[in-house]
């Protein structure tokens, strides 16, 4: 992983999906590692953050094959936030 000096910049949060994860329970799990600043939430501390997914497969599959939780995943990274 990273050495013991960058653990002090960087904001680091995993997560694991699974069929029961939902794009709100997504949210409020990356949201909870936030803060508010103006109308901005940032990592708190004025760190980086990391955010580890895994079992991105998992998330149940919608009547139109798509995958929820994935679509607000990939908003995340596209917009650079919520």
């Known amino acids: 992983m990273f050495c013991?000096?960058?653990k002090e910049e960087m904001l680091i949060k995993q997560t694991n999906f699974?069929?029961?994860t939902t794009p709100?329970?997504?949210q409020l799990t990356v949201e909870g590692e936030l803060?508010?600043?103006g109308s901005n939430n940032v990592p708190k501390d004025g760190k980086e953050m990391i955010?580890?997914?895994d079992d991105m497969s998992m998330p149940k599959v919608n009547d139109w094959g798509d995958q929820?939780?994935?679509e607000l995943e990939r908003q995340v990274l596209e917009q650079k936030g919520f």
Do not use: D
Request: neutral net charge.
């Open 51 to 53: 955010l580890f997914l």
């Open 18 to 20: 699974s069929s029961a």
């Open 4 to 6: 013991n000096t960058h």
């Open 24 to 26: 709100t329970l997504f």
């Open 68 to 70: 929820v939780t994935l």
């Open 35 to 37: 803060e508010s600043k």
